[in-house]
């Protein structure tokens, strides 16, 4: 079986688990309480190049100096999933689309359910954007970690202008 390490890091979302095999990012996750595989294959590793490499690129990415994750990433699910995981990377950083629209993009509209079940079901969020993806009538609605995050995700690649005081 193989092995599995991880890293708690601090973020300004709260305390986030990076999870990692030996050479592919599997988890990033707020709630720490589920495990990939049985603890004698699941390791605390504070060194690890791949976990040091990804809490960098998402220190970069919330202090607004990274835009694109370049880490490679396993995806774990259906066939279903990963492609609407997959199509998460089309979706420009600062930009959102629908639900609806996603499910279009996967080949049917009338998967927009499912669409949402795989969007709250990735294992690596932030890094795999799913937090682009709101109501169609721009309403946030689900994410696996909390509407707040979700918001603060939004604000932080899209800020709201101030208003003009002159």
């Not at 089309?90 to 629209?101: A, L, Q, V, W």
């Amino acid at each position: 079986m193989e092995a599995y390490f991880y890293k708690e890091i601090v973020s300004p979302t709260g305390p986030l688990r990076l999870v990692c095999t030996a050479i592919h990012l599997v988890g990033v996750q707020w709630r720490i309480d589920k495990k990939y595989v049985p603890d004698e294959h699941f390791f605390k590793d504070t060194a690890h190049p791949l976990l040091l490499e990804a809490e960098r690129q998402l220190k970069d990415y919330f202090e607004g100096k990274l835009k694109v994750f370049a880490l490679p990433v396993m995806l774990t699910g259906s066939d279903f999933q990963k492609k609407v995981w997959e199509l998460l990377a089309d979706i420009p950083f600062g930009k959102t689309i629908s639900y609806g629209e996603m499910a279009k993009r996967v080949g049917d509209i009338k998967t927009v359910r499912a669409v949402g079940g795989a969007l709250n079901k990735n294992p690596v969020p932030i890094i795999v954007p799913c937090h682009r993806v709101i109501g169609a009538d721009g309403k946030m609605v689900g994410f696996g970690g909390g509407l707040q995050r979700k918001i603060y995700l939004l604000n932080l690649e899209n800020p709201k202008p101030q208003l003009d005081l002159w």
